[in-house]
Every structure is written in structure tokens, then in C-alpha cells.
């Protein structure tokens, strides 16, 4: 299969509410390096690799997305840096942000491999990551994350920033394990100026012991306590994603919050996921799915074939979704992990 360049597209994506489809998020892989506790459980059984889209499948499934608007693309896993051979993804994308069609090309990463990649990936054209980072302490980081070492996080994030790469702080809110940490991650972050955003923890995938209401912290709680300590300006801004943002007088950082759970953002969801297994959820939280993989491998290098499958993926995304954890039942919980889909 070779590159693929799509022309302008003939018509954008627009769903049933009349939401254009601009944003596409793509797992490249379900595997990663670390073993989070409410993303995966210890021993995970990863997909047969013939499952899995190919590097050139990816792109050409992409690029496709591409030709039909969309305008942003976040690469995801697992770990998408642990995928073989993905900087030649990253270097095929590029094409599409030199000629425009692609505003921006982005990744979300546990770091790990940024000292590596944060050089290649800046020269592919990414300007922004994502890095996922639940706390600063060492033990409380290899708990949580099982495998992890955050001093090899820490030299990537210093190599991202070396690179030039704008550097966002995902932090997974989660009660009695880092709530003394609202404070010293706000400093940390603010030091080095990184945006911060806060997660909400999501009812996804069976992981074995944990238990999400008691891992559950709520923003709203967060915020207080932030308040205690800082004067809080709500900011009107919105990235046409689900955070709500604030910014923080005393220091002049933005900080997100992410409330999948208590507050409902999918009035202005502009957004699919694709998973590796060429899966396309049109929403997060709702387990229809179509499959993409099936008519790319039926007629490969058929852009018509794979333009009509996306639309009609599209004319079935939902209003909005099911979470819900206020009668202390985890209603509208997905059964596949975060890893699977893409965070």
C-alpha cells in the first residue's frame, strides 16, 4: 500500500446533531510499557498482531479522514511509542501538515520514551504532547503505574521541552492517593510552564480489584480545594474537546478539568476514536462501534470504499453518553479497557 494524498474533501463530516467531525483520535497500538491501575490489570493478554492495523494501514485510513476535514489528529495507545517503526507514521503525516489539510498532529504519552522520540517527533511537525503523570513521588509512581520510573518520565519531559514541544500535564484524579499533590504539582508545573489538566477516573474495563467509587474524586472537590489556596478565574475558553478551563491569578496558569462523569460536554463533541484494530467509536462512552478494518482489507488502496464506510459510521453517532456514578452504581460502564481505545 503506498501513500495515499486525498484531494479537498467533497463534503465534510456531519453527524445527526450537526456536529462536523474535524478531530479524529487513533490508537496505534493497545500495548504499553506501563500497567496503570485504572487503565490495565497486571497481565494483560494484547491483540494478535494480524488484528492490529498496519503502519501503512494507519496512514492510509488517515489520510482518508484527512480528505473528509479532519483537522487534528492525536495519536494514542497503550504506549503509541512502543509501536515499531512509528516515527514512520509520524513521518508520513507530515506530508499533511505541509500541505495544509492537517492543522495540527499531536500525542498523548506516559513519557517513557519521549528522551528517544521528542527530537524525531518535533521534526515530524508535532508541536504539542499530552504526558500522563498521576504524581511526583518515585514509589507512589511505580505503585501506580507498576512498572513505571519516573526519573525516565522526567528525562522525557525535559527532552520534549529541549525539543521545543509544548508540554501538557494529564493528571488522573484519584481520591486518597494524590489529593496532597493538588498543590506541589501546580507549583512543578507552573515552574516549568506546562499546562495542567485535571481527569476525572472512568468506569472502563474490568482491572481487577480496584474499585472506581472509591478511587472516585470529584473536580468539584478539587476546585474547592484549589480555591483555599488560590484565586480562580473561570475562562471562557473551550478547545472544542471536554475540558472547562480556569486560570490561576497568582501564578497565570490555565489548569483543565476533565468531568466525563458530572458534567455532560457532548452537546459540542466534535470527535471519533479509532482504535488499532481499525474499530471507529463514535463516542467514549457507548459501546457502538464500526468496523473500518473490514473494507480497508476488502478493497485496499479504495478511497471511495473506505469514505463511504466512515460516513455511515458518522450518521450513527450518538447524542451523547451514559456515564454516570451518582446513584453509587456504575451505570453505562464500558466493558474494554482505556488501553484498547485510546485514552
Known amino acids: 500500500m503506498t501513500h495515499t494524498d486525498i484531494a479537498t474533501p467533497t463534503a465534510p463530516l ?6 462536523a467531525i474535524n478531530y479524529l483520535r487513533v490508537s496505534v497500538t493497545d500495548r504499553c510499557d506501563f500497567r496503570c491501575v485504572y487503565c490495565m490489570s497486571e497481565n494483560m493478554t494484547f491483540l494478535p498482531k494480524k488484528e492490529l492495523l498496519t503502519l501503512e494501514e494507519l496512514d492510509f485510513m488517515c489520510s482518508t479522514f484527512i480528505g473528509l476535514g479532519v483537522e487534528k489528529l492525536r495519536i494514542t495507545g497503550g504506549e503509541p511509542l512502543v509501536r515499531r517503526g512509528i516515527m514512520t507514521f509520524f513521518e508520513g503525516m507530515s506530508r499533511h501538515l505541509q500541505s495544509g489539510a492537517l492543522k495540527e498532529l499531536t500525542l498523548t504519552t506516559n513519557g517513557s520514551q519521549l528522551e528517544k522520540f521528542a527530537a524525531p517527533l518535533a521534526a515530524a511537525g508535532v508541536k504539542r504532547v499530552n504526558i500522563s503523570l498521576d504524581t511526583l513521588d518515585a514509589q507512589k509512581f511505580a505503585e501506580i503505574t507498576r512498572w513505571g520510573r519516573l526519573d525516565q518520565v522526567l528525562r522525557g519531559i525535559d527532552a520534549a521541552q529541549n525539543a521545543g514541544l509544548r508540554v501538557k500535564i494529564n493528571v488522573v484524579a484519584l481520591k486518597g492517593f494524590n489529593e496532597s499533590e493538588l498543590i506541589p504539582i501546580t507549583e512543578w508545573c507552573a515552574s516549568r510552564d506546562m499546562d495542567l489538566t485535571w481527569i476525572e477516573v472512568m468506569p472502563m474495563g474490568d482491572i481487577g480489584n480496584e474499585d472506581r467509587l472509591d478511587q472516585y474524586w470529584p473536580l468539584k472537590d478539587l476546585r474547592a480545594a484549589y480555591a483555599e489556596h488560590y484565586t480562580l478565574t473561570d475562562l471562557a475558553e473551550r478547545s472544542g474537546g471536554p475540558a472547562r478551563y480556569v486560570r490561576i491569578e497568582e501564578t497565570g496558569q490555565k489548569i483543565g478539568f476533565i468531568t466525563p462523569l458530572s458534567h ?27 468496523d473500518l478494518r473490514a473494507p480497508l482489507r476488502h478493497a485496499p488502496n479504495d478511497t471511495a470504499v473506505l469514505e463511504a464506510a466512515i460516513r455511515d459510521a458518522i450518521s450513527h453517532k450518538p447524542k451523547g453518553h451514559d456515564f454516570d456514578y451518582s446513584r453509587q452504581v456504575v451505570d453505562g460502564q464500558m466493558s474494554r479497557h482505556m488501553s484498547h481505545t485510546g485514552g
Not at 14 to 19: C, K, L, S, Y
Open 264 to 290: 455532560n460536554f457532548c452537546e459540542s463533541c466534535n470527535r471519533v476514536r479509532l482504535t488499532c484494530t481499525g474499530a471507529l467509536y463514535m463516542c467514549l462512552g457507548q459501546e457502538d462501534m464500526a
Open 14 to 19: 456531519i453527524d445527526p446533531f450537526a456536529r
